[in-house]
């Protein structure tokens, strides 16, 4: 479709995409979560050079995650309540200030708390950036996906970044990592980082003021911490399991979490297409499907081209429903979108974090595979915590479709 001079242009929904708002804010995305990708890559470095043990050095993932776990949706409430549109960079820029300052004490504790910054950076980030996201991006499960993606090549970025640095400087190059976020930071101050809102152009718009499904919200709400568990656990153990269970370098190791973040990018960019064109609720079902032969074939795996393989059905199967669940939950909660963001977006990949460190416990009591072996019933478990959000994917289904021809379908109509 052609755009106008603004960089905007119809979307497949009706709704319309500012494409350079959108790409400004994928572009920070990109490097604000670079820095959460880089708190797995830096664990192996960890164990290695100060002899962290495996839950130590997954407590340093927990120290990432627990205060943005808590603070994150404090902070979608406030974006819904006023724009403050600073946020976007100056939590960028924590983020960053964070994880350069974790190599340059040498306590755990010091390490710890520098890492906890960063986490805090990311929380303040993440509801103002994609509710400016959602604004930019109109009612489409792609344009949002677009947004989403630019996170996951962040993580995937993370170990590409930060392996060579720690493998030329060690822990104490930490403060090189700092510089993406410093000059990303300057340059959302620089160019503006506001997404004007636009009127919207669906069904909806012009009606009656649409009414928040809390109660669907909060099945949606367990089911993205599920999968935030699901992602911290893979991503936190698979360097780490790799090298032990195969005896080879820490490159190797790095090579199968990024294969695995890489991939995910990909399947994010998948879910949106088919969420747009299947339903919500269909592709998020579809993802957890497809993680559970992941997961059998990281546990069995009897080589390393095995586990290469495990990595990519779990990039798909993890990140299908990633953007989507964000999406969703935007959809369910009309009048509040950066709490909806908050808790989508920011629970997505931080809530794991807290549990984590338990994952870490149980490898140094069993070994790592038992610790890989656990995390098995989580997308099952996925899958019927879906299962509460049949009516949601209707209602949605039909604003997208329908609802700008007709009246809803009935109540006995099938739900997609």
Known sequence: MRSDRGGRRPAADGGVVDRRG????????VVDDLYQGAVPALLPFLVLERGYSYAAATGITLAATVLSSVVQPAFGVLVDRRPLPWLTPLGLLVAGIGIGLAGLGGSYWWTWAAVALSGLGVAAYHPAAARAARAAAGASAQGMSWFAVGGNAGLALGPVVVTPVLLAYGVAGTPLLALPALATAVVLLA??????ARP???AAAGGARQRDDWRSFGWLTGLVVIRSVLYFGVSSLIALYVIDRFGVSTSAGSAALATFLAVGAVGTLAGGWLADRWGRVPAIRLGYAVAVPGLVLLVAAPSWPGVLAA???LGVGLYLPFSVQTTLGQELLPNRVGTASGVTLGLAVSAGGAVTPLFGVLADAYGLVWSVAALLPLPLLALLVSLRLP????????????GRR???????????
Request: aromatic share 2%; glycine share 12%.
């Open 406 to 416: 007709g009246s809803p379908p009935e109540p006995a109509a099938p739900h997609r």
């Open 200 to 202: 919207r152009t669906t």
């Open 311 to 313: 990595a990519v059905l």
């Open 191 to 196: 160019l503006g980082c506001r997404a004007r």
């Open 22 to 29: 959108l790409g400004l804010l994928t572009g920070s995305h």
């Open 391 to 402: 009516g949601a994917a209707a209602r949605e289904v039909w604003a997208r479709t329908e």
